[in-house]
């Protein structure tokens, strides 16, 4: 897509904006959708694709977007608009372009999703939990063989490959490309000192980037380990050094995201005293 205007982002964030205080819970569109708005794709074939309603005064009170790479759609409708279609009418002129009908996230899965889902013949394709913990923690488990540092220049290409082999069948983190990368430690929470690597005799072994959403709260942003480094407790060693990094610089509390099948992370989280606040749920169409 090009290069989405600064006007059309504000109305869009705007509308996003309305949606979450109406309904008191999950931001309606996720960091990738928010990203793909500063992007500028010069493909022949744009990662994103942009359905939009207006009302008779021209202000945006629908928005639907679909990310090519993942298949799915994400969408937006105004409070004193819903009821009408208009979430429909952008679900149709999507099916219509794409040639299918694409799953859609329900950031929250409030009721009101959970109906539309059902009216639309969609069913529970996955689901992403958002769990959260207070900080500090009591007792951090220590690894001799582990060597933690913060990011530096140059760290890039093995963080990417770590990442790429951690999270080889996860659609989203497993994608992250240098421009990805780039985008994100261009925003303004980035901490170079809070994105931890963990080295032993073989090289990086994982890394745990953790993110400050505001100055009480933290947030597991991604840990990773490697293949070959696995089954060696170094995911629990580096969550908790993360969790004391955030601790250390003032947060009482953090949250994380970790998809529902996985049963092996989130034996993890709870084991270190996580638990589900909400979930969100991608729905797809039956068969």
């Not at 790479?69 to 002129?93: C, E, N, Y």
């Not at 951090?140 to 069948?169: C, H, K, M, W, Y």
Request: aromatic residues 8%; charged residues 20%; proline residues 5%.
């Amino acid at each position: 897509m090009a290069k989405t205007s600064a006007k059309i982002r504000r109305q869009i964030i705007g509308l996003a904006e309305r949606a979450q205080a109406h309904d008191g819970g999950s931001f309606p569109l996720n960091e990738e959708a928010i990203l793909a708005l500063e992007a500028e794709d010069l493909a022949p074939k744009p990662k994103v694709l942009q359905f939009m309603v207006n009302d008779e005064n021209q202000n945006l009170v629908g928005y639907l977007q679909w990310n090519r790479a993942f298949d799915t759609a994400q969408i937006v409708v105004d409070p004193k608009f819903r009821r009408r279609g208009v979430a429909k009418h952008l679900l149709d002129g999507v099916s219509k372009v794409i040639g299918h009908f694409p799953p859609v996230w329900a950031f929250g899965d409030s009721l009101n999703a959970q109906r539309f889902a059902i009216a639309q013949d969609m069913r529970p394709m996955r689901s992403l939990l958002a769990m959260k913990r207070g900080l500090p923690l009591s007792v951090a488990p220590i690894s001799f063989d582990l060597t933690i540092r913060g990011f530096q220049p140059g760290d890039e290409e093995a963080v990417l490959e770590l990442n790429r082999q951690a999270f080889a069948a996860h659609p989203e983190q497993g994608s992250l490309d240098l421009a990805g990368l780039r985008a994100r430690m261009a925003e303004g929470w980035f901490d170079p000192g809070g994105l931890l690597l963990g080295f032993d005799d073989a090289g990086l072994a994982a890394f745990h980037w953790t993110k400050r959403q505001s100055p009480q709260t933290g947030e597991v942003y991604v840990l990773a380990v490697a293949p070959r480094a696995q089954r060696h407790g170094y995911g629990k060693v580096m969550l908790a050094a993360g969790l004391d990094y955030l601790a250390a610089g003032g947060c009482t509390s953090v949250i994380l995201y970790v998809d529902g099948e996985e049963n092996a992370p989130l034996a993890l989280y709870t084991g270190i005293g996580f638990s589900i606040v909400h979930k969100d749920v991608l729905y797809a169409r039956r068969g």
